[in-house]
């Protein structure tokens, strides 16, 4: 393996991170036919999403530890798996508390295999332009919405949404088991001279209990919980809530795609200024603007000024995401960067599942996602100012104290 191969492992964890989190993601589109052909309340199959996020989070922390013990190829390779059969078996769902079990929990299971363990292994292979790096790995997530969910709408129009959940999870299958090949560790690290691996130049050589209860920890956990409780809601129910506002329904799927498309370019911005300029300027600024253009979408009704939000708000929170990883890996070193960014994984999962839940719950209650974004959008400035306290790095020698 030569140095350009970190290049190979980038492209593998973006195609991992496309089909899986397209793949969970997509029950945004499923969401409508699924209840207006089973009867299912939107709360009911909303909370599918939630399990997601709370089984992706407990999920992450444990496929983290498993990677930073055994290495990121059984890790994908038990994920793919387990996506494929997920999908599968839920099309085949006869009731909803048997759709929640399998989607919500095998689902997320599955898919926090990929997120973690690929951004940790990415992390492992750069040294320079790790920002932009991560930022490509997790573009995956911004490519999915223009693939994935577009053809899961063609799907279920052209069949039914039971016909294309299945085709999804065998697409799933075609595409990931061979991607897992390709994953490989970076270059075995040097070994000093009594036989033991030598430390990293940016390890500071704490154990994982010190990592979890230092400041640094702390406020990353908060921040990314925060960012990600403030977004997660839009973004589930952006569809329907365009549809409420009058936009066709294959026009509402497509403002979807916008934002993935501006995500794409987002992390790329992102990924490039935090390289430049540092990661926590950047990650401060972003979440602000993010939190801001939830507010706006209260006040638009027509196509292209769903579109223009569309834009700024896939980039915001397309962009952002990837630089908690960097901020983990400056903070905490490579040794335990995959429990570490599982932990963290952990608490943005439980802000993930907030969003879906409470907007179905919301709607339910009042027939408008009105409350949705107002909550959401104070959310997210929060998560600015938790970001504006973030403490500078640990240093070896008061870790040796602590």
Same mark, same amino acid.
């Not at 009594?194 to 209860?213: E, F, H, K, N």
């Not at 960012?227 to 589930?236: E, K, L, N």
């Not at 040794?335 to 608490?347: D, H, W, Y």
């Given at each position: 393996?030569?140095?350009?191969?970190?290049?190979?492992?980038?492209?593998?964890?973006?195609?991992?991170?496309?089909?899986?989190?397209?793949?969970?993601?997509?029950?945004?589109?499923?969401?409508?036919?699924?209840?207006?052909?089973?009867?299912?309340?939107?709360?009911?199959?909303?909370?599918?999403?939630?399990?997601?996020?709370?089984?992706?989070?407990?999920?992450?922390?444990?496929?983290?530890?498993?990677?930073?013990?055994?290495?990121?190829?059984?890790?994908?390779?038990?994920? #793919?798996?387990?996506? /494929?059969? @997920?999908?599968?078996? &839920?099309? +085949?769902?006869?009731?909803? $508390? %048997?759709?929640? *079990?399998?989607?919500?929990?095998?689902?997320?299971?599955?898919?926090?295999?990929?997120?973690?363990?690929?951004?940790?292994?990415?992390?492992?292979?750069?040294?320079?332009?790790?920002?932009?790096?991560?930022?490509?790995?997790?573009?995956?997530?911004?490519?999915?919405?223009?693939?994935?969910?577009?053809?899961?709408?063609?799907?279920?129009?052209?069949?039914?949404?039971?016909?294309?959940?299945?085709?999804?999870?065998?697409?799933?299958?075609?595409?990931?088991?061979?991607?897992?090949?390709?994953?490989?560790?970076?270059?075995?690290?040097?070994?000093?001279?009594?036989?033991?691996?030598?430390?990293? #130049?940016?390890?500071? /050589?704490? @154990?994982?209990?010190? &990592?979890? +209860?230092?400041?640094?920890? $702390? %406020?990353?956990? *908060?921040?990314?919980?925060?960012?990600?409780?403030?977004?997660?809601?839009?973004?589930?129910?952006?569809?329907?809530?365009?549809?409420?506002?009058?936009?066709?329904?294959?026009?509402?799927?497509?403002?979807?795609?916008?934002?993935?498309?501006?995500?794409?370019?987002?992390?790329?911005?992102?990924?490039?200024?935090?390289?430049?300029?540092?990661?926590?300027?950047?990650?401060?600024?972003?979440?602000?603007?993010?939190?801001?253009?939830?507010?706006?979408?209260?006040?638009?009704?027509?196509?292209?000024?769903?579109?223009?939000?569309?834009?700024?708000?896939?980039?915001?929170?397309?962009?952002?995401?990837?630089?908690?990883?960097?901020?983990?890996?400056?903070?905490?070193?490579?040794?335990?960067?995959?429990? %570490?960014?599982?932990?963290?994984?952990?608490?943005?999962?439980?802000?993930?599942?907030?969003?879906?839940?409470?907007?179905?719950?919301?709607?339910?209650?009042?027939?408008?996602?009105?409350?949705?974004?107002?909550?959401?959008?104070?959310?997210?400035?929060?998560?600015?100012?938790?970001?504006?306290?973030?403490?500078?790095?640990?240093?070896?020698?008061?870790?040796?104290?602590?």
């Amino acid at each position: 393996m030569n140095h350009s191969y970190r290049w190979i492992i980038v492209a593998a964890g973006a195609l991992m991170t496309c089909v899986a989190l397209g793949a969970m993601f997509s029950l945004a589109i499923f969401l409508e036919p699924m209840s207006l052909d089973t009867n299912w309340s939107r709360t009911g199959i909303s909370s599918a999403m939630t399990l997601n996020f709370l089984v992706m989070g407990l999920g992450g922390f444990a496929w983290g530890t498993i990677y930073d013990r055994v290495g990121a190829r059984p890790v994908v390779l038990a994920g #793919a798996v387990l996506l /494929g059969l @997920s999908l599968v078996v &839920a099309s +085949r769902a006869n009731s909803l $508390i %048997v759709f929640q *079990l399998s989607y919500g929990i095998i689902v997320g299971l599955a898919a926090s295999a990929f997120f973690a363990p690929m951004i940790a292994l990415t992390t492992a292979w750069f040294d320079t332009n790790r920002s932009l790096a991560v930022s490509l790995v997790s573009a995956g997530m911004g490519v999915a919405p223009m693939t994935i969910s577009p053809f899961a709408r063609w799907l279920i129009t052209a069949y039914d949404w039971r016909t294309a959940m299945f085709d999804i999870g065998v697409m799933a299958w075609v595409l990931l088991l061979p991607a897992v090949l390709l994953v490989r560790q970076p270059p075995a690290a040097a070994v000093a001279s009594d036989g033991t691996p030598a430390p990293a #130049a940016d390890d500071p /050589g704490m @154990s994982v209990g010190q &990592a979890l +209860r230092s400041p640094q920890f $702390i %406020v990353l956990g *908060l921040t990314f919980f925060a960012c990600c409780a403030a977004h997660s809601g839009p973004i589930f129910h952006m569809v329907s809530y365009a549809m409420s506002c009058g936009i066709a329904p294959m026009a509402a799927v497509s403002i979807y795609s916008v934002e993935g498309l501006a995500g794409l370019g987002g992390r790329v911005l992102y990924g490039v200024l935090g390289d430049r300029l540092g990661v926590k300027p950047v990650l401060v600024a972003g979440l602000a603007i993010q939190g801001l253009v939830i507010a706006a979408y209260l006040a638009v009704g027509r196509i292209e000024q769903f579109y223009l939000l569309a834009v700024i708000f896939g980039a915001t929170y397309g962009g952002v995401m990837p630089l908690y990883a960097v901020l983990a890996r400056e903070y905490f070193g490579l040794r335990i960067i995959g429990t %570490v960014l599982g932990a963290a994984t952990l608490l943005s999962s439980l802000g993930m599942s907030l969003g879906p839940l409470a907007g179905g719950m919301i709607y339910d209650a009042t027939a408008s996602y009105h409350w949705l974004f107002i909550g959401s959008a104070l959310i997210g400035l929060g998560a600015a100012g938790i970001a504006i306290a973030f403490p500078p790095q640990p240093s070896r020698q008061k870790l040796q104290m602590a």
